[in-house]
């Protein structure tokens, strides 16, 4: 007799068990964890510094390679790659085990980038190195636009980046919020090397100089007492050194 016919014969029996089949999943699936989004990519760790003025050669060396020394090993890590560009950016991310507490994960990185600092450049340092909890996948893209033309593209990313980021980031598991691409206001200033060998400076000296030349100062303020009578209201003063907006040449 095979096995289906057991069941054929038994009527009875079998609509016991696959009411029993019924109701025990029925119980399971209330006790189940169910996610909408589960976890199918490991959780990886940006690391990213600066070295400005830096080839890419220079900045593997002697700021990722330090970098990697201490990342690498660190727990439940499977492996990580690096990438360094011509701009003087590096960036390390590390890839870890499906399950592992990405913010336990950050700490332990966090800690050992902090063992590299004494071992890379001032000028790194100075910038600062990131540790971030971040995913190479997006689950939301929004754009962001002007439909009357009325505003360009610096504008509206400015916008985006002032108004819209900030209130996105606070929304609950939104925190890795980011704008592509370069949403602020910035200068860009272009040497040349063979001036720079002459006159015997570095990119340092020229990013102290423009540091040094662009600066703002409080002045006090306007009402401050003591004054002669009552006062409605003062107001801040502030004054700034700025050659380089304003198109002055710098002292010497």
């Not at 200068?187 to 063979?194: G, S, V, Y």
């Not at 703002?216 to 006062?231: C, D, I, K």
């Amino acid at each position: 007799m095979s096995f289906s016919h057991f069941f054929i014969d038994r009527p009875v029996f079998s609509s016991v068990l696959s009411i029993l089949l019924v109701v025990g999943g029925g119980v399971a699936m209330t006790a189940l964890p169910i996610a909408q989004f589960p976890d199918i990519t490991p959780p990886t760790i940006t690391v990213s510094a600066t070295y400005p003025g830096a080839s890419s050669e220079i900045v593997a060396q002697n700021v990722a390679a330090p970098l990697e020394q201490q990342i690498n090993g660190a727990d439940n890590m499977m492996y990580m790659s690096s990438s360094s560009s011509s701009t003087g950016n590096t960036t390390i991310t590390g890839y870890f085990e499906i399950g592992t507490d990405p913010a336990l994960a950050q700490v332990d990185v966090q800690n050992r980038v902090n063992l590299a600092l004494p071992l890379l450049p001032a000028d790194v340092t100075a910038q600062g190195v990131s540790v971030q909890k971040r995913s190479s996948a997006f689950m939301m893209v929004i754009a962001i636009y002007a439909p009357d033309n009325s505003f360009d593209a610096a504008y509206v990313a400015n916008y985006a980046n002032v108004y819209v980021l900030d209130a996105l980031k606070r929304i609950p598991g939104a925190n890795q919020a980011a704008i592509m691409g370069s949403a602020d206001y910035a200068m860009r200033i272009w040497l040349k090397p063979d001036r720079m060998a002459k006159l015997g400076i570095t990119v340092g000296d020229v990013q102290q100089a423009i540091a040094n030349q662009n600066q703002q100062f409080s002045a006090g303020r306007l009402g401050q007492a003591p004054t002669p009578g009552p006062v409605i209201q003062n107001f801040p003063l502030a004054t700034s050194l700025c050659w380089l907006a304003s198109g002055m040449a710098p002292p010497s």
